[in-house]
């Protein structure tokens, strides 16, 4: 069982940045260090979309629309993961949600349908 706690999030200005973390208590640190880890996010009305993905081995994959702006990143010391967001936009508001032990098939992260966070809310408005 992993239990993921997202934190960061908040009421941002365009052209800001932020950078959310996603912490695993309580899961040992070879358990974490062996997992993939996503980012999604999911706005009202919309289906959650995949944001970044890094791999055990700290390969990291982005959706094409954050691509440049978006990093993702582990400390596999802290059981976090990282999601360091640059150059804010308004449609960037969302509800970001962490993801743990994905798999990967032809290059592409899919989400373990169990392992959640509750997510934690982003909000980009001048």
């Known amino acids: 069982q992993v239990h993921l706690v997202e934190s960061g999030g908040g009421l941002m200005q365009p052209g800001e940045s932020l950078t959310l973390s996603c912490v695993a208590p309580?899961?040992?640190?070879?358990?974490?260090?062996?997992?993939?880890m996503g980012w999604y996010r999911q706005t009202p009305g919309k289906e959650r979309e995949f944001v970044a993905s890094?791999?055990?081995?700290?390969?990291?994959n982005y959706a094409d629309s954050v691509k440049g702006r978006f990093t993702i990143s582990r400390d596999n010391a802290k059981n976090t993961v990282y999601l360091q967001i640059h150059s804010l936009k308004p449609e960037d508001t969302a509800v970001y949600y962490c993801?743990?032990?994905?798999?990967?098939?032809?290059?592409?992260?899919?989400?373990?349908?169990?392992?959640w966070g509750r997510g934690t809310q982003v909000t980009v408005s001048s």
């Open positions: 309580g899961t040992p640190g070879s358990i974490f260090s062996s997992n993939a």
């Open positions: 890094i791999s055990k081995r700290g390969i990291t």
């Open positions: 993801n743990a032990d994905g798999t990967y098939s032809s290059g592409t992260y899919y989400p373990n349908l169990v392992y």
